[in-house]
C-alpha cells in the first residue's frame, strides 16, 4: 500500500492553495481519491499526491 495525499472542496468552497487534504493508505491514486470523497463527503477531489516513505 502506498499513501496518497488527497486535497478536496467542501460544498460552497472555492480552490486554494490552502485546500483541505486527507492522507490515505490505498494500492493506487484512484482508489486514495474514492476513499477520500468516502471519508470526508466531499464534493470534489482536486489533487492526489503520492507522499513518499
Known sequence: MNSYRCYY???GE????LSS???I???DAV???QQAMHV???VA???V???PG
Open 49 to 51: 499526491v503520492r507522499v
Open 9 to 11: 472542496l467542501m460544498k
Open 14 to 17: 472555492e480552490p486554494s492553495p
Open 45 to 47: 477531489v482536486t489533487d
Open 31 to 33: 482508489s486514495a481519491a
Open 21 to 23: 487534504f486527507i492522507q
Open 25 to 27: 493508505q490505498a494500492p
Open 40 to 42: 470526508t463527503g466531499c
